[in-house]
């Protein structure tokens, strides 16, 4: 079982960058799609961007294309989310989150197509 743990987040101005990590611990990590998830206080929790197992197919949620960057890399068990033009907008616990089934051959985009969670990382973006 593949189990996610974030870290990157913090307190940034309107307009800078931040760069989130998951570091995924065990060993069938290459063969799950990772998926980053946002979720604001009072909001449900929504998709913000995913990337297949075999590291192609970064597909992002309308609100952050073209400012975000998801990427992977097998031999570190780890998924990153590079995050531009942040605004305040985007304030949220970010998750990361492993696909339910392995080898899919697409990219999901519910939350309930994830499992694996992680605990979560605040970002804040002050205007």
Request: aromatic share 12%; charged share 20%.
């Amino acid at each position: 079982q593949v189990q996610p743990v974030e870290s990157g987040g913090g307190l940034v101005q309107a307009g800078g960058s931040l760069r989130l990590s998951c570091a995924a611990s065990g060993r069938t990590f290459t063969t799950y799609t990772m998926g980053w998830f946002r979720q604001a206080p009072g909001k449900e929790r929504e998709f913000v961007a995913a990337i297949h197992w075999n590291g192609g197919s970064p597909t992002y949620a309308d609100s952050v294309k073209g400012r975000f960057t998801i990427s992977r890399d097998n031999a570190k068990n780890s998924v990153y989310l590079q995050m531009n033009s942040l605004k305040p907008e985007d304030t949220a616990v970010y998750y990361c989150a492993t696909d339910t089934q392995f080898k899919r051959w697409y990219v999901p985009r519910r939350p309930a197509d994830f499992g694996s969670w992680g605990q979560g990382t605040q970002v804040t973006v002050s205007s």
